[in-house]
């Protein structure tokens, strides 16, 4: 029994500083500790960038919980594990068999629990104040700096409606639908009618309509346009995006305004996709929300414009549409390879055996494991390269991370068959047959994917 422990010592106080380490994460999270706590960005602050961006949903409290949990059963687990029995040997193969099972599930059940989270989160919100009414653009234009150009301000109200969203790669929407505007009887006759797109290439517009009601006029295009976009795909299949549509007058000598036309929609709660066509069809993704906001910009040229109101702070018009991923049909095509093939690697790894009555009926030799690994590992790069085709992103994805643990996996379960036939003097490693690398090989990968979920989404 004195022999066993160190191992027990060991054991707590790692499981104390785990709990530890969850508990400052959770007062660090919460703002208790102060200038180490990060503060989430407000939902209404006033733009600050000059590109529309996306905040992560505030589910980092549900994460601290999650870990704070799974810390507390780690801990719980060890104490029953290891003074349960007192008669029996804590490092007794029964004891240990239970321990690696335990702590594997407790691993995997956090993980599930953090994308239940992550799926259930609410929809993040843009850098872009939501502009639902003209209260929100009031209070907008309010709070502004004084115009350094001279010109009077001349708003033109404009809407925006999307009949169709594809995407040709992962940072080439291609969006079409229609374009309006209303010239009121203070806009000048001089001022150039119509739209820009400065993200827009490919840009394929036509007037569809030409109305006036009473002495304002309401112009319509039809217009289709690739919105070349950068897209953070880290966090795939969990990730979710806004595609903007970002609208410039075509006068660019005059002080052109650009504001949402309210009056066009029968409502503009975001949850509503107003300016969406209902049948819209985005194949891979669930439309979250739309709406109008004002992204500000700073340009280090007037454009040959000597009093151009747009080199500083000029207000642009985005259209925003927010979707999130569906993850149910990425997870059953590129989870189920690489899981499977984790199976099979820890069936192979049970074989290993030095003992000639159960090796022979196996079949189990060196050999024969590299060659059934490197089966594997063809099958597992197929299906990682068809991933990283569908996606086209740069970077490693969130599910990639599941097949490097594979990849490790392949390599280091042929290193032990290599090693375990070679170093045959070796008690460590031949252990009742290698049981050391059958203990750790679930509680390591579920452990691995745990820190990386952790570190992705934190």
């Known amino acids: 029994m004195q022999t066993t422990r160190p191992l027990t010592l060991l054991l707590r106080c790692g499981a104390g500083a785990l709990l530890a380490l969850a508990l400052f994460a959770a007062l660090g999270t919460m703002g208790v500790l102060g200038a180490g706590a990060s503060p989430a960005p407000s939902a209404r602050a006033a733009p600050t960038v000059i590109e529309p961006e996306v905040y992560r949903s505030d589910y980092h409290l549900w994460l601290t919980f999650i870990l704070v949990v799974f810390a507390l059963l ?14 029996r040997s804590r490092l007794d193969p029964h004891n240990l068999w239970t321990l690696s099972i335990a702590f594997s599930i407790l691993c995997a059940m956090a993980v599930l629990a953090i994308w239940i989270v992550l799926t259930f989160a609410p929809f993040p919100q843009g850098t872009g104040a939501p502009l639902l009414s003209q209260r929100d653009v009031d209070r907008y234009v309010a709070a502004q700096p004084a115009e350094s150009s001279g010109q009077p301000r001349i708003v033109i109200p404009t809407g925006v409606f999307i009949q169709s969203i594809e995407f040709t790669s ?25 739209f820009t797109l400065p993200d827009g290439s490919d840009i394929q517009s036509a007037e569809a309509y030409h109305l006036t009601e009473g002495d304002t006029q309401v112009i319509g295009w039809t217009f289709r346009a690739t919105l070349r976009q950068q897209f953070i795909y880290d966090q795939y299949p969990f990730d979710r995006h806004y595609i903007w549509v970002r609208v410039n007058p075509a006068d660019l000598t005059h002080n052109v305004e650009l504001t949402p036309d309210f009056a066009s929609y029968t409502t503009m709660r975001p949850e509503a996709l107003p300016g969406v066509q209902p049948t819209l069809v985005l194949e891979n993704w669930d439309l979250r929300e739309t709406f109008f906001s004002y992204h500000t910009h700073d340009y280090n040229t007037n454009l040959g414009i000597a009093d151009s109101s747009r080199q500083t702070g000029y207000p642009e018009l985005y259209f925003n549409i927010g979707m999130s991923r569906q993850i149910v049909s990425a997870f059953i095509a590129y989870i189920v390879p690489p899981l499977v093939a984790l199976v099979m690697l820890f069936g192979i790894l049970l074989l290993t055996t030095r003992r000639s009555e159960r090796r022979e009926p196996a079949g189990w030799n060196s050999t024969n494991v590299l060659a059934y690994t490197a089966a594997l590992f063809f099958v597992v790069i197929v299906s990682h390269v068809n991933l990283r085709q569908q996606v086209s992103a740069n970077g490693i994805l969130y599910l990639g991370w599941f097949y490097f643990l594979t990849y490790l996996a392949i390599l280091l379960v042929s ?18 047959d290698n049981l050391i690398s059958k203990l750790l090989y679930w509680p390591a990968l579920t452990f691995a994917l745990l820190v990386i979920t952790v570190i992705v989404f934190i």
Do not use: E, M
């Open 170 to 194: 992962a940072f080439d929407p291609v969006v079409s639908g229609v374009i309006w505007q209303r010239y009121g009887p203070a806009v000048p006759a001089d001022i150039a009618r119509g």
């Open 74 to 87: 780690v801990a719980l687990l060890l104490w029953l594990t290891l003074t349960r029995n007192r008669k």
């Open 415 to 432: 290193i032990n068959a290599v090693v375990f036939i070679l170093a045959s003097q070796q008690r460590l490693i031949q252990l009742d």
